[in-house]
Nanobody, 124 residues
Framework: QVQLVESGGGLVQAGGSLRLSCAAS????????MGWFRQAPGKEREFVAT????????LYADSVKGRFTISRDNAKNTVYLQMNSLKPEDTGVYYC?????????????????WGQGTQVTVSS
């Protein structure tokens, strides 16, 4: 069974940066796509970014394109989300997720394993 643990969240002023990490346990980490999702208070969970197991393809939500970068280090079983030029609307709990089948998707139901989440708060 795969376990995912996020870290790196915190409080930052608008315009600042944070780097989230998601450490995975389990032998299948490197074989499948990983994604980041977020949920703001009172809102539904939404897609942020995803990356294929080779790192060759990454997809982003329109709201974060040009500001966020997803990457992965399969040797360390870790996926990252570099967040720059943060805005108050980026506030929320950020979750990483792992697929257990081939392919890439922006849909949350396409992911089999989820972390507990890390809080990101951007002040104005």
């Amino acid at each position: 069974q795969v376990q995912l643990v996020e870290s790196g969240g915190g409080l930052v002023q608008a315009g600042g940066s944070l780097r989230l990490s998601c450490a995975a346990s389990g032998r299948t980490f490197s074989l499948y796509s990983m994604g980041w999702f977020r949920q703001a208070p009172g809102k539904e969970r939404e897609f942020v970014a995803t990356i294929t197991w080779t790192g060759g393809t990454a997809l982003y939500a329109d709201s974060v394109k040009g500001r966020f970068t997803i990457s992965r280090d399969n040797a360390k079983n870790t996926v990252y989300l570099q967040m720059n030029s943060l805005k108050p609307e980026d506030t929320g709990v950020y979750y990483c997720a792992l697929r257990n089948i081939w392919g890439i998707t922006t849909v949350g139901s396409g992911y089999a394993s989820w972390g507990q989440g890390t809080q990101v708060t951007v002040s104005s």
